[in-house]
């Protein structure tokens, strides 16, 4: 039962195995067989015998099938048995009939190749036409491009490059003749940085060549500009009663004269007037800016242009090694350096970032150390004012220009001020020689006046002011010689010439005024004072010329407040102004007169040495001649004679050179008894010297010099005449006794020279008096001698151990 009850269980199941296998594909077959293998045991068996009995019922099921349709079969090969005739006569038919219709159409045939052919030509043409219409634009727009590079119209080929590129060439890129147009444009774009490169070269060669005209014009506008504001300004002080003058008033009319002609001259230069775009064609910098703009490379043009201006621009400041030599030279020199920046300022306005204001900046910061270093040096070898004179003009409109271009120029200012001071120095080398030949020509003696005419000349050349000498009648005499008016007259030049220097220097007129006053301070203290030490101390001058120099310099002291008010005048300045420097006229002028006073001392004690040469003593006579000598009268003659020509000195210099000659006198006198080469001296020469000392203290009291209180002068001689009153009366034991006491009657003797001077006489004594053994009396005088001798050496020696 159970293998029944099994058997009747995969009977269903094989089925279903079947029905797969007759509605599946092949390729899954095999699972479902493997499920009959899996399954139970003895399945395999009984799923073949199923299979067997299926495909027995399969093959009566065809068998049946073909049963019921084979008399249809055999029906259908008879009656295609029966068509096989009628087949075979209209295959005839129809091959008949087509060759029929072959043979008739041959020539519709060639007919339609023909329009065929047409027809594929219509074709051609309408497209080769379509490719043209589309490709001639392109063939024009590069035409166009050939025409622009050949007319030098280099940006609008580059748009024309860029429209090609753009526009016209990706609608025919598939051709080869645009393909070899793409390929062209950049040698093209190459060209044309090549060629606008080249221009920008000219074109700076050109500027480099023509920066001297370029600047020159500029100075000029800008020296135009400036005059007609000074003329307009001379205009306004004129009507408001404010007129700057520099040596006289000057007429209202004179004014309107000038600023008639600065407005004639400016009304005709408006008419010549040049801009840097007249002078120079700009086009070539904004032509080639816009080509390397056009192409991208903007960056390298204006790296390229920087460079090469940066070089031209060193080339520009580098002066030539004679420019000192000439104002020709200087000007050259700014005519260049006015040129370069007046065309980088025309280029940073009228282009686009091509320099800018930090780059102008820079590159004048650079150029204008080099410029004061350069006119620092070369001006230090100019010796010339007037050339160091127009040099500052040169420097100042050189300013005022570029000033006016916006560049700052203060530094140059800075350097004027550095100039001003070498200019001065000129000056006063300048001044120096003119003092030295105004001395050089003076006679030092007062000036004669015969007439009111002559009066009058000398006063409008120098203020002198004396109503004595206005009172007295012709012919008359100023004081001061001729070289005191003329020195007075060449200050006031050289404070003009300082003048000229300060003007234009945008400083206010009090700083002006205390730089005159500075630059006249050091003539004054410097170069007059210098030269009138130099006159002072030459040998040919003489104690008249020495006494004409001290009335001289009291004079132009006098003269120092005259000068004060003339700086104040021509500078417009207030007097009461607190901050006003002085002029040092009084030290000045009161130094040369001490050394003036000096050198008269030095000069006259010089001519008593001479006179005192000439004295020829016979110092062993036995008896005096009874009179003075000779020399001494002639130099007592001289010193009378030359003081009174002191009685036009002040008194204490007088007096001090009275006192001076007679001292240095009575010294050479007292050295004359005490020469070491003096070795005798009889009684005879003692009194014969005692009369010169005589002559000199008569000399003394006749007061040659007034003012002396008392017998001032003859304390000049004391010394001499205790020591010859104590030779003459012989007192040595008054001497010996009072010595050392203050109311001595020998008390300016020193024991050295009373030594020295007895000692000459006892060897006089012991050589004249040979038999002075045999007389009394000359042995007593000689005993007494030595012990005298004796005494004042104890004396001495006494002193000597004491000190």
């Given at each position: 039962m159970a293998e029944n009850g099994e058997g009747l269980g995969t009977v269903p199941e094989h089925e279903r195995i079947l029905q797969e296998i007759e509605s599946t594909d092949t390729a899954c077959v095999g699972p479902t067989l493997r499920s009959v293998y899996d399954d139970q045991p003895n399945a395999h068996k009984k799923f073949m015998e199923k299979l067997d009995a299926c495909i027995r019922n399969h093959d009566k099921e065809i068998e049946k099938m073909c049963n019921f349709h084979h008399q249809g079969f055999v029906d259908a090969i008879t009656e295609l048995l029966k068509v096989r005739t009628d087949a075979e006569k209209l295959k005839v038919q129809v091959t008949d009939t087509n060759r029929k219709f072959q043979d008739a159409g041959k020539e519709v045939i060639v007919q339609t190749e023909d329009i065929i052919r047409c027809r594929i030509q219509q074709r051609n043409i309408t497209?080769?036409?379509?490719?043209?219409?589309?490709?001639?634009?392109?063939?024009?727009?590069?035409?166009?491009?050939?025409?622009?590079?050949?007319?030098?119209?280099?940006?609008?080929?580059?748009?024309?490059?860029?429209?090609?590129?753009?526009?016209?060439?990706?609608?025919?890129?598939?051709?080869?003749?645009?393909?070899?147009?793409?390929?062209?444009?950049?040698?093209?774009?190459?060209?044309?940085?090549?060629?606008?490169?080249?221009?920008l070269k000219d074109f700076l060669e050109s500027i480099r060549k023509h920066s001297d005209k370029i600047g020159e014009t500029a100075m000029k506008q800008a020296q135009q500009q400036k005059t007609f504001s000074v003329a307009l300004q001379k205009q306004n002080r004129v009507q408001f009663g404010k007129n700057i003058h520099f040596n006289d008033r000057i007429p209202e009319e004179r004014n309107e004269v000038e600023l008639k002609r600065a407005f004639e001259e400016e009304d005709e230069n408006e008419e010549e007037v040049l801009t840097v775009q007249d002078l120079v064609d700009f086009s070539p910098v904004y032509r080639c800016l816009h080509i390397y703009s056009v192409l991208g490379d903007e960056e390298t043009f204006e790296n390229y242009y920087r460079k090469q201006r940066k070089k031209q621009a060193r080339l520009v400041l580098q002066p030539q090694s004679n420019m000192h030599e000439t104002v020709d030279g200087y000007r050259r020199y700014f005519t260049q350096i006015v040129g370069f920046f007046v065309v980088e300022d025309h280029i940073l306005h009228v282009t686009q970032g091509l320099v800018t204001r930090a780059y102008t900046d820079e590159l004048w910061n650079m150029a204008l150390s080099k410029i004061i270093a350069v006119l620092r040096a070369h001006s230090s070898y100019c010796t010339d004012p007037d050339l160091v004179l127009e040099l500052k003009n040169l420097i100042v409109l050189f300013a005022d220009t570029l000033q006016g271009y916006g560049f700052p120029v203060n530094r140059l200012f800075d350097l004027l001020f550095e100039i001003r001071e070498q200019y001065n120095e000129t000056l006063l080398k300048k001044w120096a020689g003119v003092f030295r030949d105004i001395f050089e020509e003076d006679n030092y003696s007062p000036i004669p006046i015969v007439n009111e005419e002559e009066y009058k000349v000398v006063i409008s050349k120098f203020p002198f002011q004396d109503p004595d000498l206005e009172k007295q009648s012709f012919p008359k005499k100023f004081?001061?010689?001729?070289?005191?008016?003329?020195?007075?007259?060449?200050?006031?030049?050289?404070?003009?010439?300082?003048?000229?220097?300060?003007?234009?220097?945008?400083?206010?007129?009090?700083?002006?005024?205390?730089?005159?006053?500075?630059?006249?301070?050091?003539?004054?203290?410097?170069?007059?004072?210098?030269?009138?030490?130099?006159?002072?101390?030459?040998?040919?001058?003489?104690?008249t010329e020495l006494v004409q120099i001290i009335i001289n310099t009291t004079h132009l002291e006098q003269a120092c407040r005259y000068l004060e008010d003339f700086i104040t005048n021509i500078t417009n300045i207030s007097q009461e102004t607190v901050h006003t420097t002085r002029l040092y006229g009084l030290s000045t002028f009161k130094d040369a007169r001490h050394a003036a006073e000096g050198e008269i001392y030095t000069k006259l004690n010089q001519k008593i040495d001479e006179f005192v040469q000439l004295a020829d003593y016979d110092w062993t006579m036995s008896e005096p001649d009874g009179r003075a000598s000779g020399y001494l009268m002639d130099l007592i003659n001289f010193l009378r004679s030359i003081f009174q020509v002191f009685t036009h000195l002040p008194g204490k210099v007088a007096q001090t050179a009275c006192m001076s000659a007679c001292q240095h006198l009575s010294t050479s006198l007292m050295q004359m008894l005490l020469d070491s080469e003096l070795k005798q001296i009889s009684m005879g020469a003692v009194q014969q010297f005692n009369l010169d000392v005589i002559q000199c203290e008569l000399f003394a009291s006749s007061e040659p010099v007034p003012g002396f209180q008392g017998d001032t002068l003859q304390l000049a001689f004391i010394d001499l005449r205790q020591l010859l009153d104590l030779f003459m009366v012989w007192d040595w034991s008054t001497y010996l006794a009072d010595y050392g006491q203050p109311a001595s009657k020998y008390l300016r003797v020193n024991p050295n020279t009373a030594l020295t001077l007895l000692e000459k006489m006892k060897d006089t004594s012991k050589k004249n008096n040979i038999f002075a053994q045999f007389r009394k009396n000359d042995r007593d005088k000689q005993k007494l001698i030595e012990t005298v001798v004796k005494q004042l050496r104890s004396l001495v020696n006494g002193m000597s151990q004491h000190t």
């Open positions: 497209t080769v036409v379509e490719k043209l219409q589309l490709c001639l634009p392109v063939l024009e727009m590069y035409s166009k491009l050939k025409e622009q590079m050949s007319a030098k119209r280099y940006y609008s080929a580059l748009k024309t490059m860029e429209q090609l590129e753009n526009v016209y060439f990706p609608r025919v890129s598939q051709y080869r003749f645009c393909q070899l147009m793409i390929e062209n444009l950049p040698k093209l774009r190459e060209d044309i940085k090549e060629i606008s490169m080249s221009d004081p001061m010689s001729q070289s005191v008016p003329h020195i007075y007259i060449q200050v006031k030049e050289f404070i003009y010439a300082s003048l000229k220097f300060s003007e234009s220097l945008h400083r206010s007129s009090t700083e002006i005024d205390d730089m005159l006053r500075k630059s006249t301070n050091l003539l004054l203290t410097r170069t007059l004072s210098s030269c009138l030490l130099n006159l002072i101390r030459k040998p040919h001058i003489g104690l």
